[in-house]
């Protein structure tokens, strides 16, 4: 097996949409209101155009991606959403390692920003001690839905001292 990752083009979107829609199915069934949850085509490829989406291929195909944009609302750090991996590449380290490239390659490396943000849904049974786990931070909420919190959470790629030397 041999990853590869790259930012993906429109002409990967049927792939993707095949990758959110799986990933999102037990979203969906917790009754969670992602954006991603009910994506479509059209939807994908908008945020193909509009915002860096990247993709982890293994062996030719696309089994997770996430996507990176400005969310001024909230923060003026990159803020990471949705994020999908496979579920035959679950607990394979697949997220972990496309996570991981993205944190450190791009948004650390490339941007040079100190920090990213994420967010999660606190109805989900185990995505916000997941994120806790590799390091993220709550700092914001705002209502998702009509009985449920969106948290964000963000963590810390480089630390003041980096920052001066």
Known sequence: MSDKYRLA???DAEMMLEVISQAYESIRELGIAFR????D???????IINSSCYVLEIDGSIVATISLKNLEEVTDLPFLYW???LPSY???????????????????????????VLATSRNHPWLLA?????????????????????I??????IKHTQLVQ
């Open 130 to 150: 997941m994120y806790e786990r590799k390091g993220y931070e709550p700092f914001h909420e705002k209502p998702l839905g009509e009985a449920d919190t969106l």
């Open 36 to 39: 991603a949850a009910s994506a």
């Open 83 to 85: 994020f999908a991996v």
């Open 9 to 11: 083009t429109n002409a």
């Open 90 to 116: 679950k607990n394979q380290g697949v997220g972990n390692r496309l996570l991981t490239y993205v944190e450190e390659v791009v948004v650390r490396d490339t941007l040079l920003a100190p920090g990213v």
């Open 152 to 157: 964000f959470l963000k963590k810390t790629l």
């Open 41 to 47: 085509l059209d939807m994908i490829s908008e945020n």
